[in-house]
T-cell receptor, first 114, second 113 residues
Framework: GNSVTQMEGPVTLSEEAFLTINCTYTATGYPSLFWYVQYPGEGLQLLLK?????DKGSNKGFEATYRKETTSFHLEKGSVQVSDSAVYFC?????????????FGSGTQLTVLP | DTEVTQTPKHLVMGMTNKKSLKCEQH?????MYWYKQKAKKPPELMFVYSYEKLSINESVPSRFSPECPNSSLLNLHLHALQPEDSALYLCASSQERAGVVQYFGPGTRLLVL
């Protein structure tokens, strides 16, 4: 079956620090990969996505590259802000068949201090 | 427009009450989803509707009853819930094919007393 393993949190950084949140996956095929962000008291928002190997997703200064050889999709940001404090979920979705499930990682709580 | 709306935002109910959660999208998506999320955990899939028909039920207790009256609306009817059902209930929608983005609503925070 599919699975997503995500870096354990919580992660606490100072403003303008570099962020990496590790994500690796196991999948039977060639999944689409996503990072979702959940701000306190809100639903999940799509942060970025990649649909095939070597694709780089990017949004709001965040980036992640789909690495098939290492089955990874690590999230990075060069300079975090206080407003980036949230929970980040890595997820995958199969790209064939009738399955519509998202498989989520456990989530990583990020706190950015001023 | 990538908005999914959910009402109510908060709901408190007793174990003998009947209530409903509502979800709406106008993106023309033909797949809609209900998730349950407990604090500090990822969302857990409950139901998937495809073209207004229930396609996946992840062994959810019958006290949760989904309904998809049309392609834009998704309801979750609640009856005789237990305190452990207290959670954030998230609705999502997507195009009806594999591997696509699911767009989430803001959720309904449910407290069962």
């Amino acid at each position: 079956g599919n699975s997503v393993t995500q870096m354990e949190g919580p992660v606490t950084l100072s403003e303008e620090a570099f962020l990496t949140i590790n994500c690796t996956y196991t999948a039977t095929g060639y999944p689409s990969l996503f990072w979702y962000v959940q701000y306190p008291g809100e639903g999940l928002q799509l942060l970025l996505k990649a649909t095939k190997a070597d694709d780089k997703g990017s949004n709001k200064g965040f980036e992640a590259t789909y690495r098939k050889e290492t089955t990874s999709f690590h999230l990075e940001k060069g300079s975090v802000q206080v407003s980036d404090s949230a929970v980040y979920f890595c997820a995958l979705s199969e790209t064939s068949g009738s399955a519509r499930q998202l498989t989520f990682g456990s989530g990583t709580q990020l706190t950015v201090l001023p | 427009d990538t908005e999914v709306t959910q009402t109510p935002k908060h709901l408190v109910m007793g174990m003998t009450n009947k209530k409903s959660l509502k979800c709406e999208q106008h993106m023309g998506h033909r797949a809609m989803y209900w998730y349950k999320q407990k604090a500090k955990k990822p969302p857990e899939l409950m139901f998937v509707y495809s073209y207004e028909k229930l396609s996946i039920n992840e062994s959810v207790p019958s006290r949760f009853s989904p309904e998809c009256p049309n392609s834009s609306l998704l309801n979750l009817h609640l009856h005789a819930l237990q305190p452990e059902d207290s959670a954030l209930y998230l609705c999502a929608s997507s195009q009806e094919r594999a591997g696509v983005v699911q767009y989430f609503g803001p959720g309904t925070r449910l407290l069962v007393l």
